[in-house]
């Protein structure tokens, strides 16, 4: 049984930080690709930001140059530091984890094998 659990989300002003830690633990032999993923309100999930192997990454336009996603093997942990926060990053933002070797990033929800049950991100004054 493998389990994906994530911290580090809560409420926090425009301009605000705040980094998302997940660590994935159980059975699990070896982890390929990690990603963070968010939903809003009203709408579908969507890929934030993403992270190979071999550390090569993947950022959504809307989170270029302000969110930086970064992982540490040993501990098969991924974290993403968010900076200068906008009320539109408000969602519930969820860790993904493909089991594996497979070299490369996975983007799409179904490339992923686990999920965390997502932690809330609200920006507001």
């Known amino acids: 049984q493998v389990q994906v659990v994530e911290s580090g989300g809560g409420l926090v002003q425009p301009g605000g930080s705040l980094r998302l830690s997940c660590v994935v633990s159980g059975s699990i032999f070896s982890i390929s690709a990690m990603g963070w993923h968010r939903q809003a309100p009203g709408k579908e999930r969507e890929v934030v930001a993403a992270?190979?192997?071999?550390?090569?990454?993947f950022y959504a336009d809307s989170a270029k140059g302000r969110f930086t996603i970064s992982r540490d093997n040993a501990k098969n942990t991924v974290y993403l530091q968010m900076n200068s926060l906008k009320p539109e990053d408000t969602a519930v933002y969820y860790c993904?984890?493909?089991?594996?070797?497979?070299?490369?990033?996975?983007?799409?929800?179904?490339?992923?094998?686990?999920w965390g049950q997502g932690t809330q991100v609200t920006v507001s004054s």
């Open positions: 993904a984890a493909r089991a594996g070797l497979r070299a490369g990033l996975a983007l799409k929800d179904d490339e992923y094998d686990y």
């Open positions: 992270i190979g192997g071999g550390g090569t990454t």
